[in-house]
């Protein structure tokens, strides 16, 4: 059976399992013991430490956009990819707007607010950037949706998976699409499907642990990951102190060297 490390609140986990449950693939999943930074045994499947890792009979592959497109090669039906050329370019845009600008969004939201790592007005300044930043993006989505019911196209796929778990990262932090507008009634579509439904109850169990974030990133337990468009992200949000203070104390760290 098909294994993946993940955590139920990663959205490039979300967009793997929405996949899977769409196609109908089995498959266990489990959390890794990878959030420390500390070498592992997980680092033997993916050196970078990062979930989703898939491991189908002692293969393991990283990186949601690989995993999706291994998913779709193997088990091909149902097709999560639109079939015309110019739909398979569009939304493949749209996935790589969510993972590399959209999920830094949401990241720095938690920074901030679960992690705990400005308070007071510094704090309330970064999010305003965030707030601004979620709106500008919701904008591009509509107009991305244009007159369609899914981001696919015709019918539910690749785009509308691509999108789910980055929006609804938004609607968790309380910035979710404004009432009656076509993403809001996008994002009521989505939680009617089954996919949606199983990725998003899986996250109830770690909901309580919020709470404890602060406490455990000063004791070591988290060194958070600040590569590439997070690391940009705090930095032109406001965060230069976050990610300096972050190296100090030794409570971040970027991504893995590779040897
Ligand atoms: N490009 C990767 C990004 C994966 C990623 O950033 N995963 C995060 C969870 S959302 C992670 O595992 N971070 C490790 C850490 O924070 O230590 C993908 O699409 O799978």
Redesign the pocket.
Known sequence: MLKLYE?P?????Q??KISLYEKGIPFEAEVPD??S?APTKFGELNP?????TLVDDGFAI??????LEYLEEKWPKPAMMPSAPRDRARVRMIEDVC?TYY?AIN?GLMEVRAWKRVTGEKAAAIERRAAEQTAGVMRWLERELGKSQWFNGASFGYGDLCVYPFLNGSVVWGAGPKAGSKLAAWLARMGERESVRKTVAATQQFASSMDALATMLESGA????Y?DHRLEWMMRSGGVEVVLEGLRKGTI?FSEEVS
């Open positions: 955590h609140f990663s959205p490039y986990v967009k793997v990878a959030f930074g970078r430490l990062e979930v989703p990283f990186d949601s956009t690989i995993i993972d999920e990241w988290f060194k958070r990951q590569r760290r």
